[in-house]
């Protein structure tokens, strides 16, 4: 797995090494190619890349897709890479999510108090944050065009037909780790699926020809 001469943290280079992308099924790999095609059409196009994720309450996998969107197109050197993350309804950034982060390796600074709390999400010395707080897919910190939509639940997915804006809209969905909320398993759980939401994207930005 080749990587980038960037400032990732070592905590995080180290998950990053020791995913294994290339043991995906072939079935989840049809998934994933045309968020791959739509990477590689912008990249030959010499245009920005926007990716938005998108769930229904934007508290748990949209983010974690954001998040790891960001690091691993900086792993990989993939430039003019810009991700997003918007919910059909505003909640909270779900703190788990947070708490999963660091056990990571991503260094998380909470910048504001309240019912939906603004994170600092850094994946790297000298890597601009990645701010998370919930919002709808459509806010305006998020962008209007010229962007992927990918939906990383099936109820948002079907809950939301039609994305403004969007050039191409990618089912990438993803179980819900909410359903181990206050149980006995809930970090492991949401450990496994921040590695498995690590792991897919891993192997999209690793197709990616620059």
């Known amino acids: 797995m080749s990587k ?12 990053i090494q020791n995913l294994n992308p290339e043991a995906l099924s072939e079935e989840r790999r049809t998934v994933l190619n045309p968020l791959v095609g739509y990477i590689q059409s912008r990249v030959n196009d ?7 994720f998108i769930c229904t309450h934007n ?4 983010h974690l897709s954001q998040v790891w969107a960001q690091t691993l197109a900086a792993y990989y050197d993939i ?5 997003y993350s918007g919910g059909t309804e505003a909640t909270a950034l779900f703190p788990m ?9 991503f260094q998380i600074e909470k910048r504001c108090q309240g019912n939906n709390p603004v994170y600092s999400i850094k994946f790297g010395a000298g890597a601009h944050p990645v701010i998370g707080f919930s919002k709808k897919f459509d806010d305006p910190f998020n962008p209007e065009s010229g962007f992927a939509a990918v939906m990383t639940c099936s109820q948002a997915d079907e809950g939301c037909p039609f994305i403004a804006g969007a050039d191409l ?11 181990f909320d206050n149980t006995p398993l809930q970090a492991a759980k949401y450990k ?3 590695l ?5 994207l891993s192997y999209v930005f690793s197709k990616i020809n620059t």
């Open 4 to 15: 980038i001469p960037a400032r990732i943290f070592p905590d995080i280079e180290e998950v």
């Open 46 to 52: 010499k245009q920005e890349i926007r990716l938005n």
């Open 59 to 62: 508290s748990r996998r949209s």
């Open 79 to 83: 430039k003019n890479v810009f991700c």
């Open 97 to 105: 999510v947070a708490e999963t982060l660091k056990t990571n390796g």
């Open 169 to 179: 809209r990618i089912p990438l969905t993803f179980e819900d780790p909410k359903i």
């Open 192 to 194: 496994e699926r921040s």
């Open 196 to 200: 498995q939401i690590a792991t897919e």
